[in-house]
């Protein structure tokens, strides 16, 4: 399976061994067999640690909150944390497969409820439209009685 990453480059080697490093472990193509390990017991993430041992590094050039050396790094080792990665597991697909149910259930329900909402609401309005109906068909049937005024003619008024 090949992954498209985009390709980053910095002036600086350490910080593209780090970015190097980084795109390694997104795409699951680990290099150091610390990383394969964990890569094949499926216990691999995209941490600030993990990358500095795939780059080779040191921890604490991109693991510090201030005065980081690299803090571009730093912020797309957060951003690669933030997006779910790619289960490696089948025990992950079937959890994530199970969540992505439940919530396709909920969001099913939640349809349903608003279907059968709509459907009572339309059936009372033609109700309410047979009730003005018949009652519009006795006011004509009233007016046509007496002589003197004139027949009211369906929804179109005629000034």
Do not use: W
Request: glycine share 6%.
């Amino acid at each position: 399976m090949s992954l498209k990453r985009k390709a980053i480059y910095s002036g600086d080697s350490i910080e593209q061994e780090f970015l190097d490093a980084l795109a390694r472990l997104q795409i699951g193509k680990p290099k150091t067999k610390k990383m394969k390990d964990r890569l094949a017991a499926g216990k691999m993430k995209i941490t600030i640690s993990n990358v500095a041992v795939e780059a080779g590094r040191s921890r604490t050039l991109i693991g510090l909150d201030k005065n980081c050396r690299y803090p571009v790094v730093r912020e797309k080792i957060r951003e690669a944390k933030e997006k779910p990665s790619l289960p490696t597991t089948h025990t992950e697909i079937i959890q994530r497969l199970r969540a992505e149910k439940l919530e396709l259930q909920v969001e099913v329900r939640k349809l349903r409820a608003e279907a059968t909402a709509h459907y009572f609401a339309r059936v009372k309005a033609e109700k309410e439209l047979e009730q003005e109906r018949a009652r519009a068909a006795r006011v004509n049937k009233l007016l046509a009685g007496k002589q003197k005024i004139a027949r009211i003619v369906g929804g179109d008024s005629q000034s």
